[in-house]
């Protein structure tokens, strides 16, 4: 599972970093990201690379209740492409979730320890994940996602049992590209993706509430 994240990198290093022309409007660093809350998000429109904000907890076209977004929030990376929520996204609704940083808690002597995790090779990556469109009469249109999950690496396994997809720089101008792909050539894609080398330290249970924001959140513990 991926439920926590942060994204603290300056705009303009965004910009360059993921070739961006546009500005982010209403781009803030976040320390404590969580599901229900806008999400920095890169789509390829078929012309360019356009970033913008969705809102972290996917809700389906085809959804009766927007509600469902709050129960998905991941997608399991090896099912995707036999799941009606997912299946039909995987073809032509991949986008990269800009972040610096993740949160798992780490369970032992039966309490759980928050760990921040990065990549030891790269201050910026992206996740992968997946978007729709939802909307109804008389309601607000509402445009989510889903980050993509997968079984944990060596590194990840002590932590928990399951990691976000984190694509390799070179692979994320393929995961976006505005071609329609069958949902199992997608699951193939990602499963052959390498692991990206991370490292991690212990943070505050600060993190624990999404209500919480700041340094506090990514402060290692003494």
């Known amino acids: 599972m991926c439920g926590r994240f942060t994204l603290q990198a300056g705009e303009l290093e965004i910009l360059k970093e993921y070739d961006l022309d546009q500005r982010l409007e209403g781009y803030q660093n976040r320390f404590n990201i969580a599901p229900g809350q806008p999400i920095l998000s890169i789509i390829h429109d078929g012309k360019e690379r356009r970033a913008g904000f969705l809102r972290w907890?996917?809700?389906?076209?085809?959804?009766?209740?927007?509600?469902?977004g709050y129960k998905m929030?991941?997608?399991?990376?090896?099912s995707a492409h036999a799941k009606p929520s997912f299946k039909n996204l995987l073809a032509r609704k991949?986008?990269?979730?800009?972040?610096?940083s993740f949160y798992e808690w780490k369970q032992a002597d039966g309490q759980k320890q928050p760990k921040r995790i990065s990549s030891s090779r790269r201050s910026l990556f992206a996740f992968a994940g997946l978007w729709d469109k939802w909307e109804r009469e008389d309601e607000e249109t509402l445009f989510t996602c889903t980050i993509l999950t997968r079984k944990a690496d060596r590194f990840m396994e002590d932590i928990h049992d399951r990691m976000p997809v984190i694509l390799p720089k070179e692979a994320e101008d393929d995961w976006i590209?505005?071609?329609?792909?069958?949902?199992?050539e997608v699951s193939s894609f990602i499963e052959e993706l390498p692991s990206e080398p991370l490292q991690a330290y212990d943070v505050s249970t600060f993190v624990n509430s999404p209500k919480n924001e700041g340094e506090t959140c990514i402060k290692p513990l003494a």
């Open 177 to 184: 590209a505005p071609v329609k792909r069958s949902p199992e």
């Open 73 to 78: 929030i991941n997608a399991r990376s090896e």
């Open 94 to 100: 991949r986008c990269l979730i800009v972040a610096d």
């Open 57 to 68: 907890g996917l809700v389906p076209s085809w959804a009766k209740d927007p509600k469902i």
